[in-house]
Each structure stands twice: as structure tokens, then as C-alpha cells.
């Protein structure tokens, strides 16, 4: 029997060895889409919540980050991400939430993008709703080298005609 | 399929038991091991990519909606400024169809960047050029930022399942 067992053994190795190779398993895919996800939801509440610090840190920072909001040229980098929702994020009358629907991943599992509806609100002093807005962004998530994801494009635009 | 005889002549096994079970295992590890090949050679990928862009823009630039449909998959998701979302090539077709009786667009697309991973390619970059409608002679300049996410099918055809733009103001 030993020589089966080591026979077995080295098979084992040896497939082993070639799928590591090859994509990721199955499951691995579905931890890192909920992975996706949660930095989605991550930098949706760092939104919400005005903390902007927070969702800078959620672009990329080997690669050249890009926003691209409705209206605006590309936003390219972080410290003119920064200063462009700056404004956005002093406003204490806004809230914004973002809603992720769909995630997505290539088979390597290194690559992925989320499509989500977004929902802002001014409202004036007195809590009436002044200006609203629905709409859908695709955010890209890239997996780094620790492990984690984030952002190097965004891009978003309105449901509602202008 | 061998005929367990022949690994019975294998001094390696002395049973049926232990070819039965070598088998499994190889079955097993040989399954596991799902020898799908990871796409290392991207370049041939961004020409297609390049390809495909082209078409898109010569059939945007005919109006030309079945050459324009030719490279979204089935299940396109069209998000378009100032619309619901367009699932679905025949939901696209029955919304760019009518549009292209009464306009007459001309862009060009710049992509800036390109990321490739296996099966998923995602571009970014810039739509620019002129709208004009049919019957007038009047043209408005047009800008746009996009992204468009390119998925491999298990045929090897590259297609366009996401678009999404929006405007960038004079």
C-alpha cells in the first residue's frame, strides 16, 4: 500500500502545483466578490458620512486614481480628488448613499467592478428637500498586492433628464 | 477509458481496490486542477478591444444600429445620462433604433487606459465630436467620459456587457 500512498501523494502535488497556475477556486471567487463589495459599501458610507479621508483612501495607490463625475472633466489623482468633493463633503445640508447591485470579477480574481444606484439630497434649513438626485455609477476595484481593493475609476451619471 | 487490467499489470497495484481508488484520485485531482488557461497575452486581447471600438464608432457614425448592437452581449447594461438603466440587447435596440432615424452623431473615441485580467477588460477614456439631427444642418459639440467593460465569452468572443458616460460641459 505505501507505494500507492506515495504514488497518490505525488499526483497530488503535482495537480496541485498546475492549478495554482490557473485561476482561483470557485470559492475563493465568491470571498473575494464579497470582498468587492464591502469596500463598495466601505467607501459608500465614507460618503454618507463626509469622511473623506476615508474615501480617498479607497483609490488606488500604484495606479493613478480617476473620477469622473457628470459635468466635470476626469478628475485624475488623489489630492485633485480631494480638493474637487471637498466642497461636496463640507456640505452638512447633503446626504448621499450609494447602493451597490451588481458585482462582478474575472475569473483571475483580480479584477472586478461594481454597478450601484446612488441617491443624493440637499435640503434647506428647514428639512424640505431642495434638490434631488437618483442615479447608477460603475465603481473598478482592483485587488492590491495586500490583500485588499481599491478604486482606480469611478464614473456615475444621472436617471433623471436635465 | 483503460480496462482496470492494465493498471492490474502494474506491479504498483495488487488489487482492484487500489486501481479503483487510484483512479478516483486522479479523477479528483485531475478535476480540481480545472486547467483553464489565464490570458497572458493581452496584446492580441487590446487589438480585438481596438477593433471592436472602431466598429462602434463607424456604426455609431452610420447610425448603423446593427452594427452598433453586433458588439454588446445579450445582457448589455446600457447607462446612458438621464436614463433608467437598459438592460438587454433587444431593450437597446428598441431605444438606439428610433434615436438613430433622428440624429446624426459623429464621436471618436480615446481610450486612456486599459486594464486586461483573463476574461474582464475594462477601458476608460473619452468620447469627443459633433450631434447633429437629421433635416438640420446645425451640429453641438459633444464631450463625454465612459467606461465600457469587455467580458469573454466561453467562446473566446470579446463583447461590450457595460457602457456607461456622461457629459463633460463646454
Same mark, same amino acid.
Given at each position: 500500500m @505505501?507505494p500507492?500512498?506515495?504514488l497518490l501523494?505525488?499526483?497530488?502535488i503535482l495537480?496541485?502545483?498546475? %492549478?495554482?497556475?490557473?485561476?482561483p ?11 468587492i463589495?464591502?469596500?463598495?459599501i466601505t467607501?459608500?458610507?465614507a460618503a454618507k ?5 476615508? $474615501?480617498l ?8 486614481p ?7 472633466p ?7 480628488i480631494r480638493? $474637487?468633493?471637498?466642497?461636496?463633503f463640507?456640505m ?5 448613499e $450609494?447602493?451597490?447591485e451588481?458585482?462582478?470579477i %474575472?475569473? %483571475?480574481?483580480?479584477?472586478?467592478y461594481?454597478?450601484?444606484v446612488?441617491?443624493? @439630497?440637499i ?12 442615479? @447608477?455609477?460603475?465603481?473598478?476595484? @482592483?485587488?492590491?498586492n495586500?490583500g ?7 464614473? $456615475?451619471?444621472?436617471?433623471? %433628464?436635465? | 477509458? *483503460?480496462?482496470?487490467e492494465?493498471?492490474?499489470?502494474i506491479?504498483l ?6 486501481v479503483?481508488?487510484f483512479?478516483?484520485a486522479?479523477?479528483f485531482?485531475?478535476g480540481?486542477s480545472?486547467?483553464k488557461?489565464v490570458?497572458t497575452?493581452t496584446s492580441r486581447?487590446?487589438?480585438t478591444? &481596438?477593433l ?9 457614425n =452610420? ?8 458588439d454588446f452581449?445579450?445582457?448589455?447594461i +446600457?447607462?446612458?445620462p438621464?436614463l433608467?438603466?437598459?438592460e ?6 428598441e431605444?438606439?433604433?428610433p ?5 446624426l452623431?459623429?464621436?471618436e473615441? =480615446?481610450p486612456?487606459?486599459i486594464?486586461i ?9 473619452? *468620447?469627443n ?8 444642418d446645425s451640429t453641438q459639440n459633444?464631450h463625454?467620459? +465612459?467606461?465600457f467593460? +469587455? ?6 468572443e470579446?463583447? *461590450? =456587457?457595460? &457602457? *456607461?458616460y ?5
Open positions: @505505501k500507492l500512498i506515495s501523494a505525488a499526483y497530488a495537480f496541485s502545483a498546475c %492549478s495554482n497556475n490557473n485561476q477556486f470557485p470559492e475563493q471567487i465568491e470571498i473575494e466578490k464579497e470582498k463589495k464591502q469596500a463598495d467607501w459608500g458610507n458620512s463626509k469622511n473623506l479621508q476615508e $474615501f483612501s479607497l483609490y488606488t495607490d500604484n495606479q493613478i480617476v473620477t469622473m463625475p457628470p459635468n466635470n476626469s478628475i485624475k489623482g488623489k489630492e485633485n480638493n $474637487f468633493y471637498q466642497p461636496m463640507s452638512e445640508n447633503l446626504t448621499v $450609494f447602493y451597490p451588481t458585482i462582478e %474575472s475569473k %483571475s480574481g483580480d479584477l472586478g461594481v454597478i450601484g446612488y441617491q443624493t @439630497k435640503q434647506d434649513s428647514t428639512g424640505n428637500i431642495i434638490n434631488e438626485d437618483k442615479g @447608477k455609477y460603475i465603481n473598478i476595484w @482592483k485587488k492590491q495586500d485588499s481593493w481599491k478604486c482606480p475609476a469611478d464614473i $456615475f451619471n444621472s436617471d433623471l %433628464s436635465e | 477509458m *483503460i480496462a482496470p492494465i493498471y492490474l499489470s506491479p497495484f495488487r488489487t482492484s481496490k487500489q479503483v481508488l483512479v478516483l486522479a479523477a485531482f485531475s480540481c480545472n486547467p488557461e490570458n497575452d486581447d487590446l487589438e478591444i &481596438d471592436i471600438r472602431e466598429r462602434h464608432v463607424l456604426g455609431v =452610420t447610425t448603423d444600429v446593427e452594427m452598433v448592437l453586433k452581449s445579450s445582457d448589455i +446600457y447607462l446612458g438621464g433608467r438603466p437598459i438587454g440587447k433587444e431593450a437597446l435596440r431605444f438606439i433604433a434615436l438613430y432615424e433622428i440624429i452623431p459623429r464621436i473615441m =480615446t486612456r487606459d486594464n485580467k483573463d476574461d474582464v477588460a475594462i477601458e476608460w477614456g473619452l *468620447i465630436g459633433t450631434m447633429g439631427q437629421v433635416g438640420s459633444i463625454f467620459k +465612459y467606461i467593460v +469587455y467580458e469573454r465569452s466561453s467562446g473566446g470579446w463583447l *461590450i =456587457t457595460r &457602457d *456607461i456622461n457629459e463633460i460641459a463646454d
